[in-house]
T-cell receptor, first 112, second 114 residues
């Protein structure tokens, strides 16, 4: 099964509202990353948080990481219609494999 | 914009045909990956490479094969395509030695086998 699972699977909000997406994972990690995917396109890296960090900000994005609960959240503030996309968390596991493993994604729709 | 390119973007072929999906990057990255993704679903790692002449199978069993003869090039081949291979295939690359490194993705190849 996948390392990460996002929650909710789909989220629909009005423009200007905040959007929160959650990610849970199973094994020890080196870091956790969030990516965005527009329909039918490749993924674009948004933000990376290391396992020894608890919170990170980038523009309208805020990411938290709780390694004791093996979970992370992505908050998008003041959402815009252009934020409509799928959002995936990805983890780099501790150890030698160091593969990037993706969760199932959250489909965010921001209504104008 | 990431300097990683996939061709073709869309491909419709008949069952039994041999196909090669191309992926090239100009960033000098050692690590390259192939992911398979059905519409609206999660990404599954099917192959990865840590450098020239290094290839490994990913978590999802795949009938495809890959090669890494040059750093910049990581083609994926299906010897005999079947309808079950219909999916989107995403190629990605990242730097090898840093743990804190993002992956850069190509635009994907959407394959339909009829």
């Amino acid at each position: 099964s996948q390392q990460g699972e996002e929650d909710p699977q789909a989220l629909s909000i009005q423009e200007g509202e905040n959007a929160t997406m959650n990610c849970s994972y199973k094994t020890s990690i080196n870091n956790l990353q969030w990516y965005r995917q527009n329909s039918g396109r490749g993924l674009v890296h948004l933000i990376l948080i290391r396992s020894n960090e608890r919170e990170k900000h980038s523009g309208r994005l805020r990411v938290t990481l709780d390694t004791s609960k093996k979970s992370s959240s992505l908050l998008i503030t003041a959402s815009r219609a252009a934020d409509t996309a799928s959002y995936f968390c990805a983890t780099v596991k501790s150890g030698s494999a160091r593969q990037l493993t993706f969760g199932s994604g959250t489909q965010l729709t921001v209504l104008p | 914009e990431a300097d990683i390119y996939q061709t073709p973007r869309y491909l419709v072929i008949g069952t039994g045909k041999k196909i090669t999906l191309e992926c090239s990057q100009t960033m000098g990255h050692d690590k390259m990956y192939w992911y398979q993704q059905d519409p609206g679903m999660e990404l599954h790692l099917i192959h990865y490479s840590y450098g020239v002449n290094s290839t490994e199978k990913g978590d999802l069993s795949s009938e495809s094969t890959v090669s890494r003869i040059r750093t910049e090039h990581f083609p994926l081949t299906l010897e005999s395509a079947r309808p079950s291979h219909t999916s989107q295939y995403l190629c990605a690359s990242s730097r090898k030695h840093a743990l804190d490194t993002e992956a850069f993705f190509g635009q994907g190849t959407r394959l339909t086998v009829v």
